[in-house]
């Protein structure tokens, strides 16, 4: 049987829970028959369909980026189409990819309590949460700054097929830090002056020729 | 004291939520408080897609012409903004949360260092107060309201603001408009 992959991305495949998940289920499949299947929550309509799956898979892994320090709304109207599923017997085993832009990775602990208690509420067994943060961007990234993060996220895969769970070391080489230190912090700061830390976010404001509105209040 | 009240019942046949949002809608009036209630299935609103043109191609505002608009402006015209919700699966509804999703424009993309941890840089001078109220289900437990509580508040640090309280419709409804009134 497949593993049922929901990415609840709002980019929907031209996202970086796909470029993760992708490694994922490179690992996932790698010199074996398993298969996965990846249904993308962006189809909001196809909340019954996802549900059918949902209760007909033996494992599930659902993946978003933190949104508003929780999960994105598709992803809550995707959570409550299962709620004829809580305490069911026979639900699949659930795990989760939780990613954000912050860097900490502290950021997603509070919504992982909440998919936690979530599997809990389903009767699912509780396969765990993988948490990455300071994502955002890494499609334009160059390949030697994602190779690392992309091999974890493969070795992921890799290690689910053959234990039907998340390696906690590799889960401690993805968050080796909660926060960051004082002197990543002090660094951070020292070139928030200078405005690199903003260079991402400055490029699109400039490709866009919105550089000259980038403080705009348009609801004062 | 401007109050906007976000309401995120999908269930337009739930009398007793729709009888206690209601009943604290006058009692706010009666107090000589603004009230905005913006019953949220009511609204034309659009998921967010993730497109960061709120902050990359019109700065502050969503390239979708919907409702949410209106909801930003209110939200940044509000002294004080309640979410209001039942408790679906744990949480407040989808359609709260597809809402709160769409306030992202209300804040600056540019990160800065708060309380020792990364946070967007606010957009607007100051933004209001917060607070839950929250309808239980018959499943909705302590560790649940814990949970709910601990994320939204998250979400006030983000939103550069503070959540005052997380109360339920099992309080009466003057409690709720004490706990608003003596902000």
């Known amino acids: 049987?497949?593993?049922?992959?929901?990415?609840?991305?709002?980019?929907?495949?031209?996202?970086?829970?796909?470029?993760?998940?992708d490694q994922f289920i490179a690992g996932y499949t790698h010199g074996n028959d398993n298969q996965a299947q990846v249904h993308y929550l962006i189809h909001t309509k196809d909340a019954d369909k996802n549900m059918e799956l949902f209760q007909d898979a033996e494992n599930v892994i659902l993946a978003f980026p933190l949104y508003t320090d929780a999960m994105p709304g598709i992803v809550k109207h995707f959570i409550e189409a299962l709620q004829p599923l809580c305490g069911r017997s026979g639900?699949?085993?659930?795990?989760?990819?939780?990613?954000?832009?912050?860097p900490e990775p502290h950021h997603c602990r509070?919504?992982?309590?909440?998919?936690?208690?979530?599997a809990k509420r389903l009767g699912c067994e509780y396969l765990g949460t993988i948490?990455?943060?300071?994502?955002?961007?890494?499609?334009?990234?160059?390949?030697?700054?994602?190779?690392?993060?992309?091999?974890?996220?493969?070795?992921?895969?890799?290690f689910f097929a053959k234990y039907n769970a998340f390696s906690s070391e590799l889960l401690r080489e993805l968050t080796p830090r909660e926060n960051m230190s004082w002197l990543r912090r002090t660094i951070f700061r020292i070139l928030n002056l200078t405005g690199?830390?903003?260079?991402?976010?400055?490029m699109h404001l400039k490709k866009n020729n919105a550089w000259d509105k980038r403080f705009d209040r348009p609801f004062a | 004291m401007k109050i906007l009240i976000l309401d995120g019942q999908p269930d337009a046949n739930d009398v007793q939520?729709?009888?206690?949002?209601?009943?604290?809608?006058?009692?706010?009036?009666?107090g000589n408080h603004s009230v905005t209630h913006?019953?949220?299935?009511?609204?034309?609103?659009?998921?967010?897609?993730?497109?960061?043109?709120?902050?990359?191609?019109?700065?502050?505002?969503c390239f979708v012409q919907?409702?949410?608009?209106?909801?930003?402006?209110?939200?940044?015209?509000?002294?004080?903004?309640?979410?209001?919700?039942?408790?679906?699966?744990?949480?407040?509804?989808a359609l709260l949360k597809k809402t709160q999703d769409k306030l992202i424009p209300l804040l600056h993309p540019y990160i800065q260092i708060v309380h020792k941890e990364c946070h967007h840089r606010k957009r607007y001078e100051s933004y209001p107060k917060l607070g839950l109220l929250l309808q239980k289900s018959p499943d909705t437990d302590a560790e649940d309201i814990k949970i709910i509580t601990d994320i939204y508040d998250r979400f006030s640090l983000n939103f550069r603001s503070t959540l005052d309280f997380t109360m339920t419709t099992e309080q009466p409804v003057e409690e709720v408009f004490h706990a608003i009134n003596h902000l």
């Open chain 1, 131 to 158: 948490v990455k943060g300071g994502v955002e961007g890494i499609q334009m990234m160059p390949p030697n700054m994602t190779r690392k993060l992309f091999k974890t996220f493969y070795d992921l895969g890799v």
């Open chain 1, 110 to 118: 509070f919504v992982e309590a909440y998919l936690q208690k979530l």
């Open chain 1, 91 to 102: 639900n699949p085993r659930l795990g989760f990819v939780v990613q954000s832009g912050f």
């Open chain 2, 38 to 61: 913006t019953i949220i299935r009511e609204q034309s609103i659009k998921y967010c897609t993730g497109c960061w043109s709120c902050w990359w191609k019109t700065p502050g505002r």
């Open chain 1, 196 to 202: 690199l830390t903003n260079f991402y976010w400055n």
């Open chain 1, 1 to 21: 049987m497949p593993l049922i992959i929901f990415n609840g991305s709002p980019r929907g495949k031209n996202s970086n829970t796909t470029l993760l998940m």
């Open chain 2, 17 to 30: 939520y729709a009888g206690y949002l209601r009943q604290l809608v006058q009692r706010l009036r009666a």
């Open chain 2, 66 to 93: 919907d409702d949410s608009q209106q909801i930003c402006a209110d939200t940044i015209h509000a002294d004080f903004l309640l979410f209001a919700s039942p408790v679906i699966m744990g949480f407040p509804s």
